[in-house]
């Protein structure tokens, strides 16, 4: 089949996937005003595969000839991991803030369970997860991933008889000679309805008592039994905002899925009641996973940047000192976020023959990012004025009984018109939509899944240097 093209990846969505929305069932995805806007976004991957200055990154080419996705090539050294965050980058500049998300997670998912099936020690599932690779390598498949379960009690573990019932955490109540059968439900799972195939694995670790939701399988998503219940989101500009040809509106949407004895065949199951390596294989998905957020969020901390930048010179204010004081904050919280989502690459590890983001930078980078968002929001927010919430609309702009008091109370400096900015307010509104805000927090985990895995991968490190300091305080022991 090869890479595909945008419009073949619109045209494989018509294949009968039950999804709602809003209470309705939605027939054809490609046909619903929200979900365009969201297919739309993704199919920006493909579109940029087949341009000419995306291709060297887009694209590798293996010794057989055939043209691969990047995201679906095994890294083995910091190179292939650098040109692998570039293009998250170029994805999300070329989005205007939102990255396709196409292929990405799907790597990310992809390489764990690779390595966690070098780890099992069993040929089959070694096999399986190798021709589960080059079957996307040849499909060129959107995916997206769902690991994160609905939980019930989350201090309870996913087996335990206090969970109102046994299905908050995916399961498998069957197999046979065939396959596996599994029920439950994963939340929030980002693009799902409007991809391709869905990756499944484990939210967390398992004890053995928990071997019946250590599963993890890939299936397309019109399988039998799978619904999906997306929340609503953009459909475009609206009547009132400004319209922007060139950068029309993306945006993504999450599903709820349900697996309602959902059957998978066995050559795509990944993993099944081998508790230990669910470990292995959550931890291995979130050292790609939060490297890959870290890498589509430097375009947006770099608009957050250029946004109060150029309101705070639209509004006359650039040379205040508190100001230079605020953009140095931002400044700094870009740079440090490029800083480390690069180093990771560069330091990385290798785990079952593929180079992997370092751990604890990356799990640094996204706790940065996710830690420090909401002070940045509140600098744009500050240099923006309180028109950033009380702005007249497109419409008011465009009647002629109102339209030049507006541009002459609302412009800014001289030389800033108002339409300069009542833009660039809508844009701040766009691109720190309060969505943006809890995705910040709680996508790719929340804060304390990043410092518990920084803590766990620092530890060796700690008694290193509890020696160092006892040999310099001249401590025996
Ligand atoms: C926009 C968006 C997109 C997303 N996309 C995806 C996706 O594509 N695929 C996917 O799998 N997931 C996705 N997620 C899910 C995301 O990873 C989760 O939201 C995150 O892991 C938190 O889980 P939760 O929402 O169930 O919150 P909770 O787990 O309920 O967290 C709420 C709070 O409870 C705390 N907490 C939870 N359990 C415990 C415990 N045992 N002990 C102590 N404290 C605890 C947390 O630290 C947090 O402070 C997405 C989330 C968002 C917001």
Same mark, same amino acid.
């Given at each position: 089949?090869?890479?595909?093209?945008?419009?073949?990846?619109?045209?494989?969505?018509?294949?009968?996937?039950?999804?709602?929305?809003?209470?309705?069932?939605?027939?054809?995805?490609?046909?619903?005003?929200?979900?365009?806007?969201?297919?739309?976004?993704?199919?920006?991957?493909?579109?940029?595969?087949?341009?000419?200055?995306?291709?060297?990154?887009?694209?590798?080419? &293996?010794?057989?000839?055939?043209?691969?996705?990047?995201?679906?090539?095994?890294?083995?050294?910091?190179?292939?991991?650098?040109?692998?965050?570039?293009?998250?980058?170029?994805?999300?500049?070329?989005?205007?803030?939102?990255?396709?998300?196409?292929?990405?997670?799907?790597?990310?998912?992809?390489?764990?369970?690779?390595?966690?099936?070098?780890?099992?020690?069993?040929?089959?599932?070694?096999?399986?997860?190798?021709?589960?690779?080059?079957?996307?390598?040849?499909?060129?498949?959107?995916?997206?991933?769902?690991?994160?379960?609905?939980?019930?009690?989350?201090?309870?573990?996913?087996?335990?008889?206090?969970?109102?019932?046994?299905?908050?955490?995916?399961?498998?109540?069957?197999?046979?000679?065939?396959?596996?059968?599994?029920?439950?439900?994963?939340?929030?799972?980002?693009?799902?309805?409007?991809?391709?195939?869905?990756?499944?694995?484990?939210?967390?670790?398992?004890?053995?008592?928990?071997?019946?939701?250590?599963?993890?399988?890939?299936?397309?998503?019109?399988?039998?039994?799978?619904?999906?219940?997306?929340?609503?989101?953009?459909?475009?500009?609206?009547?009132?905002?400004?319209?922007?040809?060139?950068?029309?509106?993306?945006?993504?949407?999450?599903?709820?899925?349900?697996?309602?004895?959902?059957?998978?065949?066995?050559?795509?199951?990944?993993?099944?009641?081998?508790?230990?390596?669910?470990?292995?294989?959550?931890?291995?998905?979130?050292?790609?996973?939060?490297?890959?957020?870290?890498?589509?969020?430097?375009?947006?901390?770099?608009?957050? &940047?250029?946004?109060?930048?150029?309101?705070?010179?639209?509004?006359?204010?650039?040379?205040?000192?508190?100001?230079?004081?605020?953009?140095?904050?931002?400044?700094?919280?870009?740079?440090?976020?490029?800083?480390?989502?690069?180093?990771?690459?560069?330091?990385?590890?290798?785990?079952?023959?593929?180079?992997?983001?370092?751990?604890?930078?990356?799990?640094?980078?996204?706790?940065?990012?996710?830690?420090?968002?909401?002070?940045?929001?509140?600098?744009?927010?500050?240099?923006?004025?309180?028109?950033?919430?009380?702005?007249?609309?497109?419409?008011?702009?465009?009647?002629?009984?109102?339209?030049?008091?507006?541009?002459?109370? &609302?412009?800014?400096?001289?030389?800033?018109?108002?339409?300069?900015?009542?833009?660039?307010?809508?844009?701040?509104?766009?691109?720190?939509?309060?969505?943006?805000?809890?995705?910040?927090?709680?996508?790719?985990?929340?804060?304390?899944?990043?410092?518990?895995?920084?803590?766990?991968?620092?530890?060796?490190? &700690?008694?290193?240097?509890?020696?160092?300091?006892?040999?310099?305080?001249?401590?025996?022991?």
């Amino acid at each position: 089949m090869g890479l595909m093209t945008a419009q073949e990846y619109r045209e494989s969505l018509k294949d009968g996937r039950i999804v709602y929305m809003g209470g309705e069932k939605i027939e054809d995805v490609n046909r619903h005003p929200m979900l365009k806007v969201c297919i739309e976004t993704a199919a920006l991957d493909y579109e940029m595969t087949h341009m000419p200055e995306y291709r060297d990154l887009a694209v590798v080419t &293996l010794d057989s000839g055939e043209a691969i996705s990047r995201y679906y090539h095994q890294p083995v050294n910091g190179d292939d991991l650098l040109k692998r965050h570039e293009l998250m980058v170029e994805a999300t500049r070329f989005g205007g803030g939102a990255i396709p998300f196409t292929h990405d997670i799907a790597s990310d998912t992809l390489n764990a369970i690779n390595i966690t099936a070098s780890l099992m020690g069993k040929p089959e599932y070694a096999e399986r997860a190798e021709n589960y690779r080059r079957h996307l390598q040849k499909t060129d498949f959107s995916v997206a991933v769902a690991v994160t379960d609905v939980k019930g009690d989350r201090t309870l573990r996913p087996s335990s008889p206090k969970q109102a019932h046994p299905d908050y955490y995916v399961r498998v109540v069957d197999k046979n000679k065939d396959g596996i059968i599994v029920r439950g439900a994963k939340a929030h799972i980002t693009a799902a309805a409007y991809f391709n195939e869905i990756i499944v694995i484990p939210s967390r670790n398992m004890n053995e008592e928990d071997a019946d939701y250590a599963v993890a399988f890939a299936i397309p998503v019109n399988t039998k039994n799978l619904t999906q219940v997306c929340h609503p989101t953009k459909t475009g500009f609206g009547p009132y905002d400004f319209p922007v040809d060139e950068r029309p509106v993306r945006w993504h949407t999450d599903s709820l899925i349900i697996f309602d004895d959902v059957f998978v065949p066995w050559e795509r199951v990944f993993l099944c009641g081998q508790w230990q390596f669910a470990m292995p294989l959550v931890y291995n998905f979130a050292y790609f996973h939060r490297h890959t957020a870290a890498s589509y969020r430097v375009p947006i901390s770099e608009m957050m &940047l250029g946004m109060a930048w150029a309101m705070a010179e639209y509004n006359g204010i650039d040379r205040v000192s508190h100001v230079r004081e605020k953009i140095t904050d931002l400044v700094i919280y870009l740079n440090m976020l490029k800083s480390l989502s690069r180093a990771a690459c560069v330091d990385y590890v290798t785990h079952g023959g593929f180079a992997t983001p370092n751990p604890v930078i990356t799990n640094m980078a996204k706790y940065h990012f996710a830690s420090n968002y909401h002070d940045c929001v509140k600098i744009v927010q500050d240099m923006a004025g309180g028109l950033l919430s009380t702005a007249p609309t497109f419409k008011d702009f465009q009647n002629p009984e109102i339209s030049e008091h507006i541009k002459k109370y &609302l412009g800014g400096k001289a030389g800033i018109t108002a339409e300069m900015r009542l833009r660039m307010l809508q844009l701040i509104r766009r691109i720190l939509d309060p969505e943006i805000e809890v995705l910040a927090v709680h996508g790719e985990g929340s804060f304390e899944a990043q410092r518990m895995t920084i803590f766990a991968e620092a530890y060796p490190e &700690l008694d290193t240097y509890k020696k160092y300091v006892e040999r310099e305080a001249g401590i025996k022991r």
